[in-house]
């Protein structure tokens, strides 16, 4: 693949296609950036280069970059494209909201948090239905309960603990994320209510352990897959790194954050870009930003303010 490509570095599908077999063989996200940045008029060419770049940028902490691109490139709809330009562009602004946040600004955090709730027309695609916002809900009432908003806060974070709370195979873009159920517990505890939120946890970390060796296979006529499949991939694999996922935030959601990190390690180790475990990475690794010290700094006062 590489002497193809280099031997025709004009042959933008040869370049999509090695930095897949890269992702495939899981190159670091530094360096799969470096090489994409080598060839920018291949990546402007391609949607589906871009919404890699995007991802990687997401990853790397260059939430700014991504979203200067999302703000100024009119992308197109495609199968196998469905739902991953949005949930950057939801990504980008979370993560630079949560930097608002650590900063204390928290008028600025909230700003960038609504914005998130809707796309703007360039992206190429609506929001559908479906969708639930329970991060989005979650963190913007950490950040209304910042600014004095404390109503405002409650009626945020009992928004975000709505939404199907059991777990379910994701094999397609438009199938409600199980990390979701994740913010409905963290919502919970922000309220008062260890017990419900520990039931959120302990669906995820149940429903890992319970399918871990589940034999998997997707539908023949199967449309909007969440990836683009250029190679064939085991699915009895992606599965078993699916349950890890959910046991990662099943275990660190009540309180087994050890555990809970080297469940979301082992992911990363088999998949630097698994959807989601970077984004968790980033929010464990921060002091700021894990669930236990939003609990303590985030909130001022007992959680009895926020009507729990």
Not at 33 to 41: M, Q, S
Not at 65 to 90: C, D, H, N
Not at 263 to 273: A, H, I, N, S, T
């Amino acid at each position: 693949m590489e002497e193809a490509f280099f031997l025709d570095e004009s042959d933008h599908r040869i370049l999509f296609e090695l930095d897949q077999l890269y992702k495939k063989l899981g190159r670091s996200p530094e360096k799969r950036l470096a090489f994409l940045h080598k060839y920018p008029e291949g990546v402007a060419a391609r949607d589906d280069l871009n919404v890699e770049k995007l991802t990687l940028l997401n990853i790397t902490g260059k939430e700014e970059e991504a979203l200067k691109i999302m703000g100024s490139r009119q992308f197109q709809p495609w199968e196998g494209g469905e739902g991953r330009v949005s949930t950057q562009y939801v990504r980008s602004l979370i993560l630079l909201g949560l930097k608002e946040l650590k900063k204390d600004h928290a008028a600025e955090a909230l700003r960038l948090l609504e914005k998130a709730y809707s796309y703007p027309c360039n992206l190429g695609e609506g929001k559908l239905c479906t969708i639930t916002d329970n991060e989005l809900d979650y963190y913007r009432g950490l950040a209304l309960n910042k600014t004095g908003r404390k109503e405002e806060a409650l009626q945020s974070l009992l928004k975000a603990t709505k939404g199907d709370q059991e777990p379910a195979a994701s094999h397609y873009y438009n199938d409600q994320s199980a990390d979701l159920i994740y913010f409905q517990g963290l919502a919970q505890l922000q309220m008062g209510n260890p017990l419900e939120a520990r039931q959120r946890f302990n669906k995820l970390l149940s429903w890992g352990k319970s399918h871990f060796h589940d034999q998997t296979e997707i539908d023949y006529f199967a449309v909007s897959l969440p990836d683009l499949l250029i190679f064939d991939q085991d699915g009895d694999a992606q599965n078993q790194l699916y349950c890890r996922y959910l046991m990662a935030l099943g275990e660190y959601g009540m309180g087994n954050t050890e555990t809970g990190r080297k469940l979301l390690e082992e992911v990363l180790r088999e998949d630097p870009v698994y959807p989601g475990a970077a984004f968790f990475k980033t929010l464990w690794d921060g002091d700021s930003f894990s669930h236990c010290q939003f609990c303590c700094k985030m909130i001022p006062g007992p959680l009895t303010d926020l009507g729990g």
